[in-house]
């Protein structure tokens, strides 16, 4: 057994593997200072809620309460290990800072008040407002953060009882675009890879994906390979010198926004050398003339100069994927938060359609998700979109879910698209919508163009209701601020990226008077009186593992088949994979195996999208397209992006994140080591541009849009010339360092969307956090102080001049165990 500074050391300990091997077991356990093993009274089955990789762990109670984390050695996700998030992120479940009590707004201030006043009053509003102004003033926007029963109760409600189409969640800021990709490319969610696809692949694409600081524990995975024999050859796309781009066989740093050009070289760059397979192709796929007609404008000189690259470059990655024989890909934020999100992220689709990579180990496709639950969200249609992968523009499947419900079909809103998050704002803005409910998410924050959307939220007219488990920047604007126990306080179950589902039990009670949001919600619909067509209640359960079963009927026949699970079969091992029923009961590793795909137009999830101008496929055209259920590869053209540098703003400005941080930082700020290894907002640029402009490390920049402004110290860093990054976790709620919503004087506000713009994907609707055109001045020099950013990550300093920079270290209350299991002598 090892000890380890974890923060100093993110990934931890290398165990070399090689292809076709099982990845070594690495136990991670971090318990509060001074506890061992044996002060632990009980150890509860869990998994991370930090990101989307869904790491099997078990959580330490002592006393009741929550004193440390271990990673489970069975899990399939993780073999035991962990993230620093999930080493050091729990602490922040018992946080003074607690909501403890709901809160009602009496008199312009937020006062406490008990359960049933903040209940009655929430019920009340929506029923006043369903009689004067009907279904559609009602609101629901929600999260990638809960747990599947609680968004199957959600959408439930929202769409069969209260019967809105105005339901989404963050998962649209988030990975709306991994769910709009699959449904074009395969007509139906749900993901064609598998962790252990890693541990057999000998090419990996991460394309606008920092793993490494993202999903941590999955990068690790790749670490182990890459120390291994016979290492796979890795391909980063990303303007940052991530550290994948450090890892990497070939880095293309392209100007952010020129991802479907690039996309496109690569796929001409692959056909031209005929590295197709065209089997597979004439067997599984519709739309490959189209496509090579396309292509022929997209030679590699052409993209060199669009984005930036060297033609050596992209013709060597090309060959890469080309000569692959087991290639695995994932997608992620650089991609999504772009102009053409859905069209990118297809084309990497494409690419393992014409390559015939799919379904056999090693050969797979994340269209990653990111946060933990969010996979959850999307199937239980709390995004909107109906369970079970159900198509709103199918009458069949919606008589269906009305069946499962028991109620008429004509009461489940499907006469159009379901309202996206950024539309649902806009008609809180326009007035239309009154009543918003907000479940764990922070959009006073995580949204674009800040200004606004404090406007928005703050409305007299609007009602607003925030459930959270801390008074976040938009609990402050509510209404009624509704305090939610969470993960560690309840139990439920949630499936990752590659389709496992945990389990994950209650250790500890919830501090206070909090309660869980299953319960929060399941008492919402009591109170409303939501009733099936036989008069009895819509919602039929109490507990999450009634929800879970009535959540498993919902599922039958559909592709992400639960059937075959239950909260039993979910104790003690390993996490799960959908879909798990007759045929599969101890799950499926690997979907689309046989070249079958889920896009059959009687079956698939949806007709899919015009990439360019977001027009649903009517289902008459679909049929045309893809009447036997192939794969659809999907062409598309390069669109320079909305906003471009000028004279007036100079550089383009990107957002995204650091290892230490999760998001609003609600969590991870009240985690010790975590928030002192990344405790003030910072801006990045290349150290060509610092030299042009006669900037250092540490200096007081101001950065502006035509949004707003922010300020923040420099770090200079390997990111690409012309190119400013700013992390988007600094909100203002620790308002002690002087910052308040929308701060114009002194310090500046530092909140990333002050700066990012009200705009979208046209398919998948998902925002634009990535491109952006931005100036910057300097306020005042460094006077000694770097800047906070840290040293482990792409922010790690390079170049010289100004003040030393620290490593980035945890010290003593950072020491985490590790217990390596020899395997093989791998060590
Ligand atoms: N530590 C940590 N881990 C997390 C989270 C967290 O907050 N903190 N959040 C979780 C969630 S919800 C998500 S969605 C994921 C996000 O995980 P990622 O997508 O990996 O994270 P980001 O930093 O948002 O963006 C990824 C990269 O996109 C690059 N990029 C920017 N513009 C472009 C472009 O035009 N083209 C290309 N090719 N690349 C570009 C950026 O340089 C950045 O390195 O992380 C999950 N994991
Ligand atoms: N500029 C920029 N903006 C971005 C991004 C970017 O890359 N750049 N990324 C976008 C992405 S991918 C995402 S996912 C979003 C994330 O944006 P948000 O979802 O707004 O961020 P979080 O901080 O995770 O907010 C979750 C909230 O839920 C609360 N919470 C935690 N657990 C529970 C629980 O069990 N129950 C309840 N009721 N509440 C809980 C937390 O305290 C917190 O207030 O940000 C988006 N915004
Ligand atoms: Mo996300």
């Given at each position: 057994?090892?000890?380890?500074?974890?923060?100093?050391?993110?990934?931890?300990?290398?165990?070399?593997?090689?292809?076709?091997?099982?990845?070594?077991?690495?136990?991670?356990?971090?318990?509060a200072?001074?506890?061992?093993?044996?002060?632990?009274?009980?150890?509860h089955?869990?998994?991370?809620?930090?990101?989307?990789?869904?790491?099997?762990?078990?959580i330490?109670v002592k006393d009741g309460r929550i004193v440390?984390?271990?990673?489970?050695?069975?899990?399939?996700?993780?073999?035991?290990?962990?993230?620093?998030?999930?080493?050091?992120g729990w602490q922040a479940n018992g946080s003074p800072d607690r909501l403890t009590k709901p809160l009602?707004?009496?008199?312009?201030?937020?006062?406490e008040t008990d359960w049933?006043?903040a209940?009655?009053?929430?019920?009340?509003?929506?029923?006043?407002?369903?009689?004067?102004?009907?279904?559609?003033?009602?609101?629901?926007?929600?999260?990638?953060?809960?747990?599947?029963?609680?968004?199957?109760?959600?959408?439930?409600?929202?769409?069969?009882?209260?019967?809105?189409?105005?339901?989404?969640?963050?998962?649209?800021?988030?990975?709306?675009?991994?769910?709009?990709?699959?449904?074009?490319?395969?007509?139906?969610?749900?993901?064609?890879?598998?962790?252990?696809?890693?541990?057999?692949?000998?090419?990996?694409?991460?394309?606008?994906?920092?793993?490494?600081?993202?999903?941590?524990?999955?990068?690790?995975?790749?670490?182990?390979?890459?120390?291994?024999?016979?290492?796979?050859?890795?391909?980063?796309?990303?303007?940052?010198?991530?550290?994948?781009?450090?890892?990497?066989?070939?880095?293309?740093?392209?100007?952010?926004?020129?991802?479907?050009?690039?996309?496109?070289?690569?796929?001409?760059?692959?056909?031209?050398?005929?590295?197709?397979?065209?089997?597979?192709?004439?067997?599984?796929?519709?739309?490959?003339?189209?496509?090579?007609?396309?292509?022929?404008?997209?030679?590699?000189?052409?993209?060199?100069?669009?984005?930036?690259?060297?033609?050596?470059?992209?013709?060597?990655?090309?060959?890469?994927?080309?000569?692959?024989?087991?290639?695995?890909?994932?997608?992620?934020?650089?991609?999504?938060?772009?102009?053409?999100?859905?069209?990118?992220?297809?084309?990497?689709?494409?690419?393992?359609?014409?390559?015939?990579?799919?379904?056999?180990?090693?050969?797979?496709?994340?269209?990653?998700?990111?946060?933990?639950?969010?996979?959850?969200?999307?199937?239980?249609?709390?995004?909107?979109?109906?369970?079970?992968?159900?198509?709103?523009?199918?009458?069949?499947?919606?008589?269906?879910?009305?069946?499962?419900?028991?109620?008429?079909?004509?009461?489940?809103?499907?006469?159009?698209?379901?309202?996206?998050?950024?539309?649902?704002?806009?008609?809180?803005?326009?007035?239309?919508?009154?009543?918003?409910?907000?479940?764990a998410?922070?959009?006073?924050?995580?949204?674009?163009?800040?200004?606004?959307?404090?406007?928005?939220?703050?409305?007299?007219?609007?009602?607003?209701?925030?459930q959270d488990i801390f008074l976040s920047?938009?609990a402050?604007?509510?209404?009624?601020v509704l305090p939610a126990a969470t993960w560690g306080e309840k139990t439920?179950?949630?499936?990752?990226?590659?389709?496992?589902?945990?389990?994950?039990?209650k250790a500890v009670e919830p501090p206070g008077e909090a309660r869980s949001d299953f319960d929060i919600?399941?008492?919402?619909?009591?109170?409303?009186?939501?009733?099936?067509?036989?008069?009895?209640?819509?919602?039929?359960?109490?507990?999450?593992?009634?929800?879970?079963?009535?959540?498993?009927?919902?599922?039958?026949?559909?592709?992400?088949?639960?059937?075959?699970?239950?909260?039993?079969?979910?104790?003690?091992?390993?996490?799960?994979?959908?879909?798990?029923?007759?045929?599969?009961?101890?799950?499926?590793?690997?979907?689309?195996?046989?070249?079958?795909?889920?896009?059959?137009?009687?079956?698939?999830?949806?007709?899919?999208?015009?990439?360019?101008?977001?027009?649903?496929?009517?289902?008459?055209?679909?049929?045309?397209?893809?009447?036997?259920?192939?794969?659809?590869?999907?062409?598309?053209?390069?669109?320079?992006?909305?906003?471009?540098?000028?004279?007036?703003?100079?550089?383009?400005?990107?957002?995204?994140?650091?290892?230490?941080?999760?998001?609003?930082?609600t969590k991870?700020?009240r985690a010790?080591?975590?928030?002192?290894?990344?405790?003030?907002?910072?801006?990045?640029?290349?150290?060509?541009?610092?030299?042009?402009?006669?900037?250092?490390?540490?200096?007081?920049?101001?950065?502006?849009?035509?949004?707003?402004?922010?300020?923040?110290?420099?770090?200079?860093?390997?990111?690409?010339?012309?190119?400013?990054?700013?992390?988007?976790?600094?909100?203002?709620?620790?308002?002690?360092?002087?910052?308040?919503?929308?701060?114009?004087?002194?310090?500046?506000?530092?909140?990333?969307?002050?700066?990012?713009?009200?705009?979208?994907?046209?398919?998948?609707?998902?925002?634009?956090?990535?491109?952006?055109?931005?100036?910057?001045?300097?306020?005042?020099?460094?006077?000694?102080?770097?800047?906070?950013?840290?040293?482990?990550?792409?922010?790690?300093?390079?170049?010289?001049?100004?003040?030393?920079?620290?490593?980035?270290?945890?010290?003593?209350?950072?020491?985490?165990?590790?217990?390596?299991?020899?395997?093989?002598?791998?060590?």
């Amino acid at each position: 057994m090892g000890r380890l500074d974890r923060i100093a050391e993110p990934w931890g300990t290398r165990t070399p593997y090689g292809p076709g091997e099982t990845w070594p077991v690495r136990v991670d356990q971090h318990l509060a200072e001074g506890l061992g093993d044996d002060d632990v009274d009980a150890w509860h089955q869990s998994a991370s809620i930090l990101h989307s990789n869904g790491d099997g762990l078990d959580i330490a109670v002592k006393d009741g309460r929550i004193v440390g984390v271990r990673g489970r050695a069975e899990d399939r996700v993780n073999h035991g290990r962990l993230g620093p998030k999930d080493l050091y992120g729990w602490q922040a479940n018992g946080s003074p800072d607690r909501l403890t009590k709901p809160l009602v707004r009496r008199d312009g201030e937020l006062v406490e008040t008990d359960w049933d006043t903040a209940m009655e009053a929430v019920a009340g509003r929506t029923k006043e407002l369903l009689a004067e102004r009907g279904a559609s003033s009602i609101a629901f926007y929600t999260t990638g953060q809960l747990f599947l029963e609680e968004y199957y109760t959600l959408g439930l409600i929202a769409h069969g009882g209260i019967g809105t189409n105005h339901v989404d969640g963050n998962t649209r800021l988030c990975t709306a675009t991994a769910a709009a990709a699959l449904k074009e490319s395969f007509g139906c969610d749900g993901q064609p890879g598998s962790y252990t696809d890693l541990d057999h692949a000998d090419v990996i694409c991460l394309y606008g994906h920092n793993m490494a600081e993202t999903q941590t524990v999955l990068w690790t995975r790749i670490l182990d390979r890459l120390a291994g024999p016979h290492p796979p050859a890795i391909v980063c796309v990303d303007p940052r010198e991530t550290p994948v781009a450090r890892a990497a066989t070939v880095h293309l740093a392209p100007r952010p926004g020129t991802n479907v050009m690039l996309m496109n070289a690569l796929l001409h760059e692959v056909l031209a050398h005929d590295w197709v397979d065209h089997d597979y192709v004439e067997a599984h796929a519709v739309g490959f003339p189209e496509l090579q007609k396309m292509l022929q404008g997209y030679s590699v000189e052409r993209a060199a100069e669009v984005c930036g690259v060297l033609e050596a470059d992209l013709r060597e990655a090309a060959r890469l994927i080309g000569t692959s024989e087991r290639l695995f890909s994932t997608v992620l934020q650089g991609f999504y938060q772009s102009h053409q999100a859905t069209a990118a992220a297809v084309l990497v689709n494409n690419v393992h359609i014409v390559r015939g990579m799919l379904g056999k180990p090693g050969c797979g496709i994340l269209q990653m998700n990111g946060q933990p639950t969010a996979q959850n969200t999307r199937e239980c249609g709390a995004d909107g979109d109906l369970p079970a992968f159900r198509n709103w523009s199918n009458d069949a499947h919606v008589e269906d879910l009305a069946r499962v419900w028991n109620i008429d079909p004509v009461d489940i809103p499907h006469y159009t698209a379901p309202t996206h998050a950024m539309q649902i704002m806009r008609y809180v803005e326009d007035g239309s919508i009154r009543f918003l409910y907000v479940t764990a998410t922070n959009p006073a924050v995580s949204m674009p163009e800040l200004q606004r959307m404090r406007s928005i939220l703050s409305q007299d007219r609007l009602f607003l209701v925030v459930q959270d488990i801390f008074l976040s920047e938009t609990a402050q604007l509510a209404d009624v601020v509704l305090p939610a126990a969470t993960w560690g306080e309840k139990t439920g179950t949630f499936t990752n990226v590659d389709r496992t589902v945990h389990l994950s039990e209650k250790a500890v009670e919830p501090p206070g008077e909090a309660r869980s949001d299953f319960d929060i919600l399941v008492d919402y619909a009591r109170r409303l009186d939501l009733r099936d067509k036989d008069g009895a209640p819509l919602v039929k359960w109490t507990t999450p593992e009634e929800a879970f079963e009535g959540w498993k009927e919902c599922t039958r026949g559909r592709p992400c088949d639960y059937t075959g699970l239950s909260y039993d079969e979910l104790r003690g091992g390993s996490g799960i994979q959908w879909p798990c029923n007759d045929e599969h009961p101890d799950g499926t590793e690997r979907i689309y195996e046989d070249g079958q795909f889920w896009s059959a137009p009687d079956y698939c999830e949806s007709y899919g999208r015009d990439l360019v101008t977001g027009t649903p496929v009517s289902p008459t055209e679909y049929r045309a397209l893809n009447p036997d259920g192939k794969a659809v590869l999907k062409a598309a053209e390069y669109v320079v992006p909305h906003e471009v540098p000028s004279s007036d703003y100079p550089f383009q400005l990107i957002t995204g994140r650091t290892l230490y941080h999760f998001h609003t930082r609600t969590k991870t700020a009240r985690a010790p080591q975590l928030q002192a290894a990344a405790p003030e907002v910072w801006v990045e640029c290349s150290a060509a541009d610092a030299a042009e402009q006669g900037w250092a490390e540490g200096d007081l920049l101001e950065v502006r849009t035509p949004r707003g402004r922010v300020t923040a110290r420099l770090r200079v860093s390997g990111i690409r010339q012309g190119v400013l990054f700013l992390p988007f976790h600094y909100g203002y709620w620790d308002t002690g360092a002087g910052h308040q919503p929308g701060d114009d004087a002194g310090d500046g506000g530092r909140a990333a969307n002050e700066l990012t713009m009200t705009d979208w994907d046209p398919a998948s609707k998902q925002p634009l956090f990535k491109t952006a055109a931005a100036t910057a001045t300097r306020l005042r020099g460094a006077d000694g102080e770097p800047s906070r950013a840290p040293t482990t990550t792409a922010s790690r300093p390079v170049g010289d001049g100004g003040p030393p920079v620290p490593d980035t270290r945890g010290g003593d209350a950072a020491q985490a165990d590790e217990r390596l299991e020899t395997v093989g002598g791998a060590r």
